[in-house]
Structures are given as C-alpha cells and as structure tokens.
C-alpha cells in the first residue's frame, strides 16, 4: 500500500495531523481505475454524438474526463486520463479513423492543443488538491490547538479551584480575568460574581489600599510578596491573610496583568498567639516558681531559727527549769509550723493530681468555725486583733470533711491575722442564705488587695502585695486550697476589697443538709497503760533514737534497728509486740519487712506501723497492701500514736 502525499504526511505526522480522505489518498490500481472509467464514459459518449457532429470537436467529452479523473484521483490519474484519451481519439475520432496516422495538419494542432490544454488542467487540479489539503491541514492544526488551549484552560482551572490557596487573574484594567472557588469564598462572593468586575467592585474596602500595589508590579514588573492582612469578617469575625501578587507576563515579555495569590493564616497566627500566650505562662509559672523556692526557704528558715537559738540556749542553762520549760514551748510551736508548711505542700500535691479524698459527714459548720477560730487565737493575741464570730441561733449542718473544712477556715481566719495590721480586727460571720446554703464571711481591716489582683489571689504561688512589712505572707498555696477545697464540698469562695489599705472579705458558700438523727450513746472501752515491746526501725539513727526514748518514757520497753535485715533478726531475738517501720529502708524496705514479718509464726498478731516521710494516698494505699496496721508521717504525730498504742494495749490478751 502507498500513501498519497507521502511529503506531506511525513511533514505533519509528528504534529498528529493526517492528511484528507479521498484525492489524497489511492492505489495505482484505483487511479487507473478512476481513469478507465472516466475516459470510458467520455469516449461512449462521444460515440454516441459521432453521428451528429462527425469529425468535429473530437476531444471535447475528453477534456472532461481529464477535469474529472484530476479532481478525483489527483495528479496521476489525470495524467493517464490525459494520456488514454490522447490515444482514443486520435485512433477512433480523428481522420483516418482507426489508425494513428495524422493526414491534416489541423489534426496534428488539436492533438498538441489536447495535450496542452489536458496537462494544465491536471497541473490545475493538483495545484487545487494541494492547496485543498493545506487547508484541511491548517484546521486541523487549528482544531488540535483549540483543543490544546481548552484542555490547559481547564487544567489550569482544576489546579485553581483544587488548591487551598486563593488564586486570581487580574488584567490591567485590574479586572478578575479568572478567579478560584477558594478566593472567591474569601471575598464572600461567587466566582461569577468576580469575572470582569474591578477590585473596586469586589473589595471596595480594601481597594484602595491594594491598588497602589497593583499599579507599582504593572509598571516595573517587581513582584510583592509576603504581606499580611487582616480583616474582619461576617460571621468568622477577625481573619489573618499572607498575600503575594506577581506579574503575569505575554508571549512577548509584555506585562499584561498580575496573578494573586492568597492564603489564609488565621490558624496559624492563633497558634502563635498561643504560644506567645504559654511562654508568657511559662515564664510567669518559671518566675513564681523562683519566688516560690525563695520564700519556702524563707518560712523553713523562720521556724528553724528560734529552734537553733533555743538549742544554743539548752545547752548553757544549767538547771533552770523554767527556762527549759519556755524552750519546749519555742521547739514545739516551730515544729508545728513546719509540720504545716510540709503538709500544706502535700495537699497542694494531692490536689493538683486529683489524689485528695474526702472523708464526708455531717458535721455542724458552727463548732468547725470556733475551732478555726481557736486555732487562730494565739496568733491574734500576740498581733492585739480582735476576733469577732457571729454564730445564726441553731445549728447548721453541712456534709463535709470536718477536718479539711476547719482547714479552709484556719486559712482564711489566719490570712486576715497577718494581713491585718497590729490593732486590726477580724469579723467571722455564719448566716444562711436560703435555697439550702449558707454563707461563711471572713472579713479584716487589714492592707487589703489592688483591684488587679483580685483575680489571682487563688492562683498557686501568688503573692499578692508582698513587701518587706508583710514578709510573714506564707508560700503562697494557702488560698489555692482554700479554693479547691470549697470546691470539692460544691460550694463556691469568692473576695472582695475596696482597695489597698481598706480590707478584705472572703465568701464562701456551701450547700446545707438537715440535722443527722442522734446515734445511741456507745460505753466507753477501757483504756489500758501497759508498757508494749517496741521495736523502732529507721536508717536515720538520731530518728529511731529520740523515738525510743520518748517511748520509754511512756513505759514501754524498745529497741532500734537500722535496716530491713536487722529489723528481722532483733524480731526473731527481742519478740517485739509493735513494731515502728520506716518505708525507705536500706537491702530490705519497709514494705519487704512487714511482708516477711506477716509470714512469720505469730506474724498475723503483731501490731505493725508505718513510720515514713511519704504520706500520699498512694502510699498509705502499699502500706495497707504490704500488711501495716497503720500509717503515720513524719514527724509523728504523738498523741495520735500514744493512743494507738493504748488501744492496742487494751485489746492485746
């Protein structure tokens, strides 16, 4: 098979464009046909009008069988057109008819003049078919660029309103020549509603300050970049944007317009703000904490210092006993207030890890409230305040822990003693406010607080108006478990002042419960003194020592022991009834000890306790597991273990 045109296929096939159908495309066996069959029908039908013309115009029907076969079949079929009809009518139209030879001039002329006439014709016809496929090849082209254009018109537009960035065309008119969904709703407008519309109509508001920009990247081609805008918006309110517009250049380098783009930030400058805001956080928490370790070792060294002076004063009085008896006091008050600073700090702890339970019961708020008071009565004395409590007629009851309730109570009473200064008042109020509440109000003439820092007073660490008058201030974590404490009863505490110099109220609210019914009166147990064999375990000597001794002095036989394995062996040799066990213990702990010691013959009858430095509810949650009867923390609360011990003592065979 061979092509028509093949120098034209070959010039366009790498394009994609093939040439036309038809004249353009044939065998020899087809062109030969064409040509039989149009000198064919042009010698029948000169044939058929031989009889009227005779030997006239014998190539007349020939001429068209040539126009036809060329505008057919091409160049080669009107050339065998040409050259077929040539042969016909000189042989059966032409005198001598049915010979080739020529005996008149003018018949030799209308041969040559058929030859010439025939091959202008063919050279006619194929210039047309030329001329006809360049064409179709030109449209086609056309078409395959149209094609082109649309499908990276639509490319384009698929990359447009598939990014999450804003994007737009704008003319030199700055007009919206093509726009992306995502702009579109940034705008608050469709994207029809861009098309052919100015800035002007778009974003009036913000027109006049993007046109200058616009302008400037027309006229120098310098693109902008890296702008941020913010706007507010209905209903999203304040947005924050990162615009850049670059020039959009034609196919001659010309600036004809700029393509903006634009990407919303307002995600990102909220995280950074709140980063801004945690750093911030951080580096007050980091400042509080600082202040915090200044004023711990500020109110450990208070309490300690009367300590070290009175031990120096033991030791060069002699016998006075008066003197040692003053000393005792001193040591015992200091004591009690590290005892507190150590225990405030562990309730802040469980407090803050939500390890703070309660012990919930019906407790009349009166008695708690004058015990706070009490609690209160020596410090006001030595500071000449006078405390007032104003107490409704009967009795109002809550359900809570008595214990951590005197605690708020003991706090807010406390703070408005050394806030106050000497001679100040301090006015305790109960009064029930209805609706199954009652209101506790602890108000003082003391420094009072600045309205700014009314809102963090509660807040761990604050120390609110410290100064070096009021450096007794506390560690700043008094009020927090005020605060959560009122919390976890579901009542509320609020505080109040006029101002610096003019006082402070404190408020808190508690729901009521009605009366619980008496309970029948229980006969008192019999409480024996009956000194106990006591073995004291702890690493620290000085510690099991003066522990020993004490309990001597109560009557009870003791031994020490400095870790776990010697624990054991003095068990085994001294048959203790009590044993005191320190937690952190050297080769054996405490919790291994008393294990051991419940596996034991006899182990399940010994009175086990856990003496130890950690007092969390986890805590003395592996000491119940272990086997302990008991757990105290340190420093021992005396009494508390005393009566232990004569229970025990009691009730021991």
């Known amino acids: 098979m061979e092509h028509r045109w093949p120098e034209t296929e070959s010039a366009y096939a790498p394009m994609g464009v093939r ?214 918006t209905e209903p999203a309110g304040l947005r924050h944007f990162w615009v850049s517009w670059f020039p959009l250049r034609g196919s001659t380098g010309e600036i004809v317009g700029v393509n903006a783009l634009i990407m919303e930030i307002t995600d990102r400058k909220r995280d950074e703000d709140r980063i801004r805001e945690l750093v911030q956080e951080l580096t007050i928490a980091d400042r509080r904490k600082d202040e915090f370790l200044a004023v711990l070792a500020h109110e450990l060294r208070g309490p300690l210092a009367p300590i070290v002076n009175v031990l120096e004063l033991l030791a060069t009085s002699g016998g006075d006993e008066a003197l040692r008896e003053e000393a005792r006091e001193i040591i015992r008050r200091q004591v009690d207030q590290l005892v507190r600073l150590v225990d405030d700090l562990l309730d802040v702890s469980r407090i803050t890890r939500d390890k703070l339970t309660l012990r919930l019961e019906h407790v009349e708020l009166g008695s708690l409230v004058r015990q706070a008071v009490e609690n209160c009565r020596l410090a006001a004395e030595q500071a000449r305040h006078r405390i007032t409590l104003d107490v409704p007629p009967g009795p109002v009851y809550v359900n809570g822990d008595p214990v951590r309730l005197t605690q708020v109570f003991t706090n807010l009473i406390g703070n408005a003693c050394k806030y106050t200064p000497s001679g100040g008042g301090v006015a305790v109020r109960i009064a029930p406010e209805g609706a199954g509440r009652v209101v506790v109000t602890v108000r003082d003439t003391g420094i009072g607080i600045a309205a700014e820092d009314l809102d963090r007073v509660f807040e761990m660490f604050a120390q609110v108006g410290r100064s070096l008058e009021w450096s007794h201030g506390g560690l700043g974590i008094g009020l927090t478990l005020v605060k959560r404490l009122v919390e976890m009863h579901g009542g509320t505490v609020a505080v109040h002042s006029e101002g610096v110099g003019r006082g402070s109220e404190f408020t808190v609210r508690l729901p ?90 006899g182990g399940a009858e010994l009175l086990i306790i856990a003496i130890s430095g950690w007092g969390q509810d986890e805590d003395r949650r592996k000491s119940q597991e272990a086997g302990f009867d008991a757990h105290f923390v340190k420093p021992v609360d005396h009494a508390a273990l005393g009566e232990l011990l004569a229970r025990a003592t009691a009730t021991a065979p």
């Open 19 to 232: 040439p036309p159908a038809g004249p353009v495309s044939g065998t020899r066996v087809q062109d030969a046909l064409i040509s039989v069959v149009a000198v064919g029908l042009a010698w029948a039908v000169r044939a058929f009008v031989d009889p009227y013309i005779g030997d006239l115009y014998p190539f007349a029907t020939f001429f068209l069988a040539v126009v036809a076969a060329a505008l057919v079949g091409g160049l080669r079929t009107g050339l065998l057109a040409t050259a077929l009809g040539f042969a016909i009518s000189w042989y059966w139209f032409i005198p001598p008819r049915g010979t080739f030879r020529l005996t008149e001039p003018q018949a030799l002329y209308g041969l040559v003049l058929y030859a010439a006439v025939s091959l202008a014709i063919v050279a006619f016809g194929e210039g047309m078919r030329r001329a006809q496929q360049r064409v179709h090849v030109q449209q086609q082209l056309l078409r395959q660029r149209e094609a082109e254009s649309r499908a990276a018109a639509d490319e384009l537009q698929s990359i447009y309103d598939a990014s999450p960035v804003g994007m737009a065309l704008i003319d030199r008119n700055l007009r919206y020549v093509r726009i992306n969904s995502r702009l579109a709703e940034i705008n608050g407008r469709s994207v029809a509603d861009h098309l052919g519309k100015t800035i002007f109509e778009v974003i009036p508001e913000a027109a006049a300050t993007v046109e200058p920009l616009l302008r400037g990247i027309l006229e120098t081609g310098e693109p902008v970049t890296g702008l941020e805008a913010s706007v507010v």
């Open 512 to 601: 009521t419960v009605p009366a619980p019914v008496p309970a029948d009166p229980q006969p008192a147990g019999r409480v024996a003194t009956t000194g106990r064999r006591i073995l004291v375990v702890d690493d620290s000597p000085d510690t099991a020592a003066s522990l020993a001794l004490l309990l001597r002095h109560a009557g009870h036989e003791t031994k020490t022991a400095g870790d776990g394995e010697e624990a054991l062996a003095l068990v085994s040799s001294f048959h203790p009834d009590v044993v005191l066990l320190d937690i952190g213990l050297p080769k054996l702990n405490g919790y291994e000890v008393c294990r051991r010691l419940r596996e034991r013959p």
